[in-house]
Antibody, heavy 118, light 110 residues
């Protein structure tokens, strides 16, 4: 069955760029039925939808993060990625990738903790 | 502070029923047929247990049911089992390609 697995550095310095990749296995990221999302969870703010991307590369980003956020997709590797710039301690969170059929998230990765600290 | 409000914790004994509420506004829960619920066991990926307010994905027990009234959605688990002990999160489509989540509820099976 389809599985999602996040990867990337667990520690990022303030003002630097957080970069994460989600590997999709057991299915194709080019399935036209789905969008591919990032969601994060912080102790203070709970779960927050970050953005999503379609296999074509079109994306929709959370307006509160849009100015610092880039999402991309690599169909040859069956992966999609997240870059969040100018990070601060407030960006410390568990970042999860998820699949959504637009209206709901039907499959999640386990998540990866990213800590922003010098 | 989460956009949707859930109780921090609920508990129940095996065999009992519990209900978890998810309160939003007329901009999200109140105006959406797309409320979903996700179960997360420690160290595991969240799992979808309800979508479109009341629908169960294939493989999810019929002990899980959902409802909505006004700006509040609810998840009810009947015939509580030890394996139901987990964190539960609600999620609502809020229009314009945005989603909001609840802060999560820890369910303890006594």
């Amino acid at each position: 069955q389809v599985q999602l697995q996040e990867s990337g550095p667990g520690l990022v310095k303030p003002s630097q760029t957080l970069s994460l990749t989600c590997n999709v296995s057991g299915g194709s990221i080019t399935s036209g039925d789905y969008y591919w999302s990032w969601i994060r969870q912080t102790p203070g703010k709970g779960l927050e939808w970050i953005g999503h991307i379609y296999f074509s590369g079109s994306s929709y980003l959370n307006p509160s993060l849009k100015s610092r956020l880039t999402m991309s997709v690599d169909t040859s590797k069956n992966q999609f990625s997240l870059k969040l710039g100018s990070v601060t301690a407030a960006d410390t969170a568990v970042y999860s990738c998820a699949r959504n059929n637009y209206y709901y998230f039907d499959l999640w990765g386990r998540g990866t903790l990213v800590t922003v600290s010098s | 502070q989460s956009a949707l409000t859930q109780p921090a914790s609920v508990s129940g004994s095996p065999g009992q029923s519990i209900t978890i509420s998810c309160s939003g506004t007329s901009s999200d829960v109140g105006n959406s047929n797309y409320v979903s619920w996700h179960q997360q066991h420690p160290g595991k990926a969240p799992k979808l247990v309800l979508y479109d307010v009341t629908k169960r994905p294939s493989g999810v027990s019929n002990r899980f049911s959902g409802s909505k009234s006004g700006n509040t959605a609810s998840l009810t688990i009947s015939g509580l089992q030890a394996e139901d002990e987990a964190d539960y999160y609600c999620c609502s489509y809020a229009g314009s390609s945005t989603w909001v989540f609840g802060g999560g509820t820890k369910l303890t099976v006594l």
